[in-house]
């Protein structure tokens, strides 16, 4: 419109011609705000392995140097309370790639070797529903899920997972080579453990490229949920070279989505399949182990660097993929929501719980339970509690659980040994006062109106999904 027609124009020419515009105008610019994407955006969800939310150095850790996180987190928005929905790695990644928590996925287990778990074969994965709107897929590094044919992948080179410079320059190739959109997984090896026995963690040698970052145990401080020795915390010290190392592989591959002109039409998203290896921590609902870092850029925010409240969950990841995407999937109901909408709002309302549910890590560690995490409060519903906890085989042998057994104290960290192998049908903490989770309330009157309601919403939810375990047991009842 030139100078003389706006000149002329009344005020009700004004609100009829010239407002409708301005409204549109505004409404796709807060969409893009929002982060909603065109139907081409690009897809970078890196996962670590093995690695609790308190070891980054944006979640407060002064010691371990974690630079490239940090920094994509200062560029995007840090979820401080991000939990992995079981912590096991194959499952797990198996709720990342289905958006449906694992009693109702199928793969319960582990799927290499004698544990044998796959995913059902009426999930659609996300892979599979992304090559249907035309994406090109990849997978650098770990995969620990079956069937293959469940996860069209068209570029898995032969990278090795704990090799950071070649696993980023497959990642190169693949963005370089990529003509379609891409959705692009790179699933790193560290920091899970090297060895079972002895030391357990760190870098032996340098790679190509790569020169390892060295802790001192003194300086390391450790956790609460473990034993303050010497022995945990030059496992802490190695378990930090390993974080550093797979800090180095995100840089590399931010900077080829830099270098590429690929970033401002790119959804990053970094995380860890569950937390550390340790005793304590995986295998269980407690929070060093299901509780992971989350961190997001997504192109088109205003607001960056935003710490955000919302309480989410790995069932939360295909959706928000989904949306970035515009990729239609109305087969089924996902457990989760997108995240998009939220990124900008730093304590969105409605995303006060989470629900974790678990059945088994190896095939011979059978021990399901199922778990509503809100804000303050958890409740952890152990449905075999008759039996004693089996420790996954990671964490049996390890050097931190044998010690801990030997120990004069029976204790693992704050927690004793007894409470920890023989636990109660219900477990419910006050995560404010009692952050470890050692003060169960679940038998004190003063907190039964919090576990009636907490054990109404659980059955609530596993009842609208059809979990199968279910039809034979139920919180309030004894186990069969």
Same mark, same amino acid.
């Given at each position: ?255 080829? &989505?830099?270098?590429? =002109?690929?970033?401002?039409?790119? @959804? *990053?998203? $970094? /995380?860890?399949?569950?937390? %550390? ?23 088109? &925010?205003?607001?960056? =660097?935003?710490?955000?409240?919302? @309480? *989410?969950? $790995? /069932?939360?990841?295909?959706? %928000? ?33 989470? @629900? ?125």
């Amino acid at each position: 419109m030139n100078r003389r027609n706006t000149r002329g124009l009344n005020m009700a020419d004004f609100r009829r011609n010239v407002m409708p515009v301005l409204y549109t105008l505004l409404a796709a610019m807060l969409s893009s705000f929002n982060g909603s994407a065109a139907a081409a955006g690009n897809v970078v969800l890196m996962i670590s392995d093995n690695q609790s939310w308190f070891d980054v150095g944006c979640y407060g850790n002064t010691v371990v140097q974690t630079p490239n996180i940090d920094r994509l987190a200062a560029k995007g928005v840090k979820f401080e309370s991000a939990f992995a929905t079981t912590a096991s790695c194959g499952p797990s990644r198996a709720v990342i790639y289905s958006g449906l928590l694992t009693h109702r996925n199928g793969q319960y287990a582990h799927p290499h070797r004698e544990h044998n778990q796959e995913i059902r074969p009426d999930v659609t994965t996300v892979f599979e529903m992304l090559k249907d709107n035309g994406y090109r897929t990849a997978l650098i590094g770990k995969d620990h899920v079956r069937p293959l044919e469940k996860y069209p992948i068209d570029f898995k080179p032969k990278a090795r997972s704990r090799n950071v410079i070649e696993m980023a320059a497959a990642a190169d190739r693949f963005m370089a080579e990529a003509e379609k959109p891409f959705f692009l997984v790179m699933s790193f090896g560290d920091p899970h453990p090297v060895s079972i026995d002895g030391r357990g963690w760190g870098i032996p040698s340098p790679q190509n490229g790569y020169t390892p970052v060295q802790y001192n145990p003194q300086n390391v401080e450790t956790p609460g949920f473990l034993p303050n020795t010497a022995d945990v915390r030059e496992g802490i010290a190695g378990y930090y070279q390993q974080i550093t190392r797979m800090d180095f592989g995100v840089g590399r591959v931010l900077q080829s &989505l830099e270098q590429q =002109g690929l970033i401002d039409d790119t @959804l *990053v998203i $970094f /995380t860890a399949d569950h937390g %550390t290896s340790e005793p304590g921590a995986m295998g269980t609902h407690y929070e060093p182990g299901v509780r992971v870092p989350f961190v997001v850029y997504c192109p088109g &925010l205003q607001r960056r =660097g935003i710490t955000n409240s919302a @309480l *989410v969950a $790995f /069932t939360d990841i295909t959706p %928000t993929i989904l949306d970035w995407t515009a990729t239609q999937f109305d087969d089924y109901q996902l457990h989760g929501r997108s995240i998009l909408p939220i990124l900008e709002t730093p304590h969105p309302e409605g995303w006060d719980h989470a @629900l974790l549910s678990h059945v088994g890590h190896d095939v011979f560690a059978y021990y399901p339970m199922r778990t509503l995490r809100g804000q303050r409060y958890k409740l952890i519903w152990n449905v075999n509690y008759r039996s004693e906890y089996p420790l996954p085989i990671d964490t049996i042998q390890r050097r931190t659980w044998m010690n801990a057994r030997k120990g004069e104290t029976q204790m693992l960290g704050a927690r004793s040994i007894e409470a920890f192998l023989h636990r109660p049908q219900l477990e419910l903490y006050d995560l404010q006062d009692d952050p470890w989770e050692v003060k169960n309330l679940a038998s004190n009157p003063t907190f039964s109106s919090v576990l009636n309601e907490s054990v109404a919403e659980l059955v609530e939810r596993l009842e609208a999904q059809r979990d199968p375990w279910l039809r034979k047991y139920h919180p309030l009842r004894a186990g069969q």
